[in-house]
Structure formats: C-alpha cells, structure tokens
C-alpha cells in the first residue's frame, strides 16, 4: 500500500541512468529464471503457476504454438485489460511489458529446451519437478522485486484492482489468481469438450510454495541492492 503525505509531498531525486541500468539488467535475469521455472512445471505435467494456466490449456490444445507463445498472447490481453481499467490513466511506460513479455516467452521455451531432457517417468518425479519449479519461479520473482522497475502483465493487473478498490495486494492477488485458474479451466472445457487439461494439483503446489520462496530469498539477495546503487 502507498501512503503520500498530501500536505508536504516529497519529490524523490531521478534514479540515474547507471542504477537505472542494472535494474533492468536485473530485471531480464529475473524474466530467465521464472521462464526457467514455467518450464519445470511444465515438463512436469502437474499443472503450471496460476497466472501460466491459460497458456498451458492453450499450448495443450494447439500444441504447434509453444508455450512461452502464448504467454506473450496471454500477457499482452493482460495489457489490454489494464488500458481497460486505468483508461486515461494508463501510463505509456507500462506498454514496456509488452517486449518484456515477449522476452519472458522466449525464456520459457529456452527453459523447456533446457528441462526437457530430464526423464519424468513417475508422480513422485512429477512433483519433484513442480517443487524445483516453485523454487526457482520464486527466485526469478525475488529478483523482479528487487529489480523495482516494472511489475509483469498479471501483477500490474493485480494492483490496479487493489489501487481502485482499496483492498490490499495479497487479498486481490488471491482472489484474481484463483479467477484466473477458473477462467482457464472453462476455456479448457470449451476446447475439449468438458475436459479439464493443464490444471491439476501442481498448480496449487505451485501457488503454495511461490510466496514462501520469496520471503526466503527477498532474505538472501538483500546483498543486491548495494550493487544497484
């Protein structure tokens, strides 16, 4: 939650350009390992994060289109939604997601190119795989939010409501996180024929797992943040 002062506003200096820079250096690494970690728990088979859920269900469907595709499609609706919402408030700035996006899709399939090899000839593999996913989606999300520069389509989405409707990030985060599954789950039962594909008990895991992750590892990179400045 922001809190301005009105009465005595403060104007933060410019960031410079060099500090500016590392961020969105920062910011690239961290689009590779939550790709990297997509790919995990894609390979595995259990399901993907609930913000991937769409993609996965689309991807399973109209396979000749690759996953890390369809999040750019995906994501770039996300965009559309956020023009939607905001309107005149929209901010051209946030039009970055959407080459961001694009390069977040290109490391997701680089990601299962990488992944693919590993044999996953049993569940207990499958879950080891959406452990190890969790693990390193919540890395690349720590380095996100470390970078500071620029939140994804789904999180951006995700603090206009909270913005608009004054109810905290966490408690709108959940609840447009388990929409979105929801949506996903009846686009899958259009496309085949009232059968669910691409959701299933990793992407709670998935979702469990991502924000304990984080508070460990927002811990261990705070290091970071002196190289940044």
Do not use: H
Not at 39 to 56: E, Q, Y
Not at 83 to 98: E, M, N, S, V
């Amino acid at each position: 939650m922001r809190i301005v002062n009105t009465a005595k506003a403060v104007k933060k200096p410019l960031m410079p350009k060099k500090e500016i820079a590392k961020r969105y250096v920062l910011f690239i690494i961290s689009l590779f390992f939550s790709g990297l970690g997509v790919a995990f728990t894609k390979i595995g088979g259990l399901g993907v994060s609930p913000i991937s859920s769409l993609a996965n269900v689309l991807n399973i469907r109209f396979s000749s289109i690759s996953i890390g595709i369809w999040l750019v499609v995906t994501n770039f609706m996300l965009v559309l939604l956020q023009k939607a919402i905001l309107r005149r408030q929209f901010k051209p700035i946030q039009l970055l997601q959407i080459p961001l996006s694009a390069l977040f899709g290109y490391f997701t399939d680089l990601g299962v190119i990488i992944v693919s090899p590993i044999p996953v000839n049993t569940y207990a593999t499958q879950i080891v795989m959406v452990v190890i996913g969790s693990v390193v989606l919540g890395f690349g999300i720590t380095l996100a939010v470390t970078a500071s520069v620029i939140m994804n389509a789904g999180e951006s989405v995700v603090q206009i409501l909270s913005d608009k409707l004054g109810i905290s990030f966490g408690t709108i985060k959940i609840v447009f996180d388990v929409c979105y599954v929801a949506f996903s789950a009846i686009v899958s039962a259009i496309l085949f024929g009232g059968a669910v594909y691409g959701i299933r008990e990793g992407t709670l895991i998935v979702a469990a797992l991502t924000g304990v992750v984080v508070k460990i590892f927002v811990k261990l990179v705070a290091p970071i943040n002196k190289f940044l400045q």
